[in-house]
């Protein structure tokens, strides 16, 4: 079964970048891959998902012009580059994959997770 390993999270200043990498251990090129988000005390949240097509939904409202959703298929990986960090950005954020046949659309759940990456955003 494909794995997912998310990488690049760490302490940043609020204002600064970071890119998070998602990396499969097989090709993606028939998957849909979701990024997601988990704070202290709060439920996950859905932030984006890129179809096999490369098109984007992004679901949440608070990374809005902030956070991009890139694939590169001959890497097996998937990238959230997330600009202007906010303290409130601050959770683990993991990847998810779906397999799909149609290859413009994102699917409801995510059968496949990565373990996640951590992401703090303070002064």
């Given amino acids: 079964q494909l794995q997912l390993v998310e990488s690049g999270g760490g ?7 970071l890119r998070l990498s998602c990396t499969a251990s097989g090709s993606l090129e028939y998957y849909a891959i979701g990024w997601f ?6 439920e996950r949240e859905a932030i984006s998902c890129i179809m096999r097509n490369g098109d984007v939904e992004n679901y949440a409202p608070s990374v809005k012009g902030r956070f991009t959703v890139s694939r590169v298929d001959y890497k097996n990986t998937v ?5 202007d960090l906010k303290p409130e950005d601050t959770a683990v954020y993991y990847c998810a994959a ?7 659309r994102c ?6 997770w990565g373990q996640g990456t951590q992401v703090t955003v303070s002064s």
């Fill in 107 to 112: 699917p409801s759940t995510f059968d496949i």
């Fill in 98 to 104: 779906q397999f799909r046949n149609i290859i413009n």
């Fill in 37 to 42: 988000r988990a704070a202290p005390g709060k």
């Fill in 11 to 17: 302490l940043v200043q609020p204002g600064e970048t």
């Fill in 79 to 83: 990238y959230l580059e997330m600009n």
